[in-house]
């Protein structure tokens, strides 16, 4: 997704150079190396991490969207995801492991109360626009494309789901919006979302085609 393959030439020593930052790890192969330091030249370095809510009763219901949307953001040049789990966070945990299967770095976290407790309490990791993901269901989507929807909008948040009503899916947030949580319980779809509707500072990207 969101990628094209390309042959170029390049010096021997600048190549040299080029495979002296593969570490293996925060730096996995040459071609993302490439890529790092592209980004890095052109001012836009930033990591890019996700957010994945999965908790509750029926935590494990969610396991195979995350899968599928860990796979995605990959793709999409994504190297870190946090994972906010609670109820049956150990089988959670087990289930997604460390993330070298995705060729991710995965954090999980089990502080807050509620979703929108357990976003709070990541405050200090998302310090540009991220996504947040919070749904059991499959969307035939790229987070890129989204994402300039969303800046498009010049929006706080986008909520992208095939549910207007009980409002869980995917979320693209900017670093304000974590003005709008108070401390203590709180969720996103009861009491963040709502809100942010009623002071016209959230856009809806509907979803009709589910797979």
């Known amino acids: 997704m969101d990628r094209e393959r390309i042959t170029i030439s390049i010096k021997k020593r600048v190549l040299d150079k080029i495979d002296g930052v593969i570490d293996g790890s925060n730096i996995r192969n040459r071609s993302h190396a490439i890529e790092t330091l592209a980004l890095k030249g052109l001012g836009d370095e930033k990591s890019k991490i996700a957010v994945f809510i999965i908790g509750g009763e029926k935590a494990l219901d969610y396991i195979p969207a995350a899968k599928h949307y860990l796979k995605m953001i ?19 945990k087990k289930e997604l492991g460390d993330g070298s299967n995705y060729n991710l770095s995965l954090q999980y976290s089990n502080k807050g109360e509620g979703s929108g407790g357990a976003l709070l309490s990541l405050r ?24 300039r929807f969303h800046q498009k909008h010049q929006a706080v948040a986008t909520l992208v789901s095939n549910d207007q009503t009980n409002l869980s899916g995917i979320y693209l947030f900017e670093p304000e919006v974590f003005a709008e949580i108070p401390a203590g319980f709180s969720t996103i779809e009861d009491s963040l979302l709502p809100k942010l509707a009623k002071e016209q500072k959230l856009v809806a990207i509907p979803m009709i085609d589910v797979k």
Request: cysteine-free; glycine content about 10%; overall charge negative.
């Open 124 to 147: 200090k990791y998302l310090s540009s626009g991220f996504a947040v993901f919070n749904t059991d269901e499959i969307y035939n989507v790229e987070i890129n494309d989204l994402f």
């Open 74 to 92: 990959s793709e999409a040049g994504y190297e870190k995801a946090i994972i906010a789990v609670g109820f049956l966070g150990d089988k959670v």
